[in-house]
């Protein structure tokens, strides 16, 4: 009997956030408004570099993908996430699950390795500007940009087979918003210990690597920029790598503080917290830092909007 329990169950109960009606519906209308801006930013973001011909560098090519990455994550967990807060059954079926799990966690990985990937670029741009076009060359940003996609899509492979390859018995109520890796693990009636620690070694690589190389590069880049003598040529410089360096604080940040940590904390309610902060806000706002922090795309806006607004003129003519 021991042996037939010991199986994964045919669907999961999400917790979720709150058990209460009126905050549920007040919480549908906020995220799915926060979804709808993520979808709709970044999907501008990806149209105004395509149409935007001054766009078609390297540091937008990665921002691309840096974009469908994060419209790609939030899809991944916030429209199950919407419907289980209207819905009274909040279940998940156990390939759904499994399936929610391996995208959320293979696009997190892309995310990391994508942002290392555009540190290199900024410190070529910065330390040897007249190389750059030489260096950052249309094959190197395919390839580079080929494993960011590989590697974490591996990443969650090895991770999505070994978790759900552990028992559960009759375990099937997931204290999160949604099928998060290490919320399925505690489901399990075995000893995780090795699993824990084999999610802490797969973090150090994918996350901890690239958050090195992005330290190594900003600190080349900082060196070169207090090099420079004029205070215009500094901040010129400087303002190339705003944008990319607030973005690598809130999704850097975020991720170390939820998986590099000791096991007996956050609590869960800080997980669901963070995790919601990580799936919602962060894809959310790192359209709005390009669009307002970035010169060059907020030249490419008002050049397009100028195009729309003489458009009635022009028909009318």
Not at 124 to 152: D, E, F, N, Q
Not at 157 to 179: E, G, R, V, W, Y
Not at 218 to 237: C, F, P, V
């Amino acid at each position: 009997m021991g042996t037939v329990n010991q199986t994964w169950v045919k669907e999961f109960i999400l917790l979720g956030l709150s058990s209460d009606w009126d905050t549920q519906v007040a919480l549908f209308v906020l995220f799915l408004v926060m979804y709808l801006v993520t979808v709709l930013g970044n999907f501008l973001i990806v149209l105004l570099i395509r149409l935007d011909s001054r766009l078609h560098t390297p540091m937008y090519f990665f921002l691309t993908n840096l974009s469908l990455v994060d419209a790609s994550y939030a899809t991944s967990i916030v429209p199950q996430m919407l419907v289980h807060l209207l819905a009274e059954h909040k279940a998940i079926p156990l390939l759904s699950c499994a399936a929610q799990l391996f995208f959320s966690l293979a696009l997190g990985g892309i995310e990391f390795v994508l942002l290392a990937v555009m540190a290199y670029d900024r410190y070529v741009a910065v330390c040897v500007p007249l190389r750059y076009s030489a260096v950052m060359h249309g094959g190197l940003c395919t390839r580079l940009a080929i494993t960011s996609w590989v590697s974490g899509s591996i990443n969650s492979l090895m991770h999505t087979a070994i978790t759900f390859q552990l028992p559960t018995c009759t375990n099937k109520f997931i204290d999160h918003i949604s099928c998060e890796i290490l919320a399925v693990v505690r489901l399990a009636c075995v000893d995780t210990s090795s699993n824990e620690v084999t999610i802490m070694v797969s973090s150090i690589v994918l996350l901890m690597t690239p958050f090195c190389l992005v330290l190594l590069s900003y600190i080349r880049i900082i060196s070169t920029i207090l090099k420079i003598q004029s205070t215009e040529g500094r901040k010129k410089a400087f303002h190339t790598c705003a944008s990319h360096l607030t973005v690598v604080a809130l999704c850097y940040g975020m991720a170390i503080f939820t998986y590099i940590q000791p096991r007996s904390s956050p609590s869960v309610l800080q997980e669901k917290l963070i995790s919601l902060f990580y799936a919602i806000l962060t894809p959310m706002l790192n359209p709005m830092i390009y669009s307002l922090r970035n010169k060059e795309v907020k030249g490419a806006w008002q050049k397009l909007l100028g195009k729309f607004s003489g458009l009635p003129s022009k028909l009318a003519a």
